[in-house]
């Protein structure tokens, strides 16, 4: 009678302790969802920030040296119309062989 009754018992609490790990397992993988979750939002925000570079001629100057040679100066700038970071930034302006010599 003692045996079964302790028998009944430690079935029970056996249950009581399966039960309890089973609802931590099931807020252990909620958790984990919602840290993907966030995980892919995250990616997605950073996937979808571009830099988006624009040169911009804020002026020209021509002027004759003492030589009477003609020298051109351009100004400009570069604009980023992104919304992430460009550096690091670098940049390569090419011009015909003629406007060199």
Request: proline fraction near 3%; hydrophobic fraction near 40%; charged fraction near 25%.
């Amino acid at each position: 009678m003692v045996l079964g009754l302790l028998s009944v018992l430690l079935t029970l609490g056996l249950g009581a302790v399966a039960w309890w790990l089973a609802i931590r397992q099931v807020e252990i993988a909620k958790r984990q969802m919602d840290m993907q979750d966030e995980q892919h939002t995250f990616f997605k925000d950073q996937e979808s920030k571009k830099p988006d570079l624009r040169v911009i001629v804020d002026g020209t100057d021509t002027v004759y040296s003492s030589h009477f040679e003609l020298k051109s100066t351009i100004r400009f700038s570069v604009h980023n119309g992104g919304n992430k970071s460009a550096e690091p930034f670098i940049g390569k302006f090419s011009y015909p062989k003629r406007c060199r010599d």
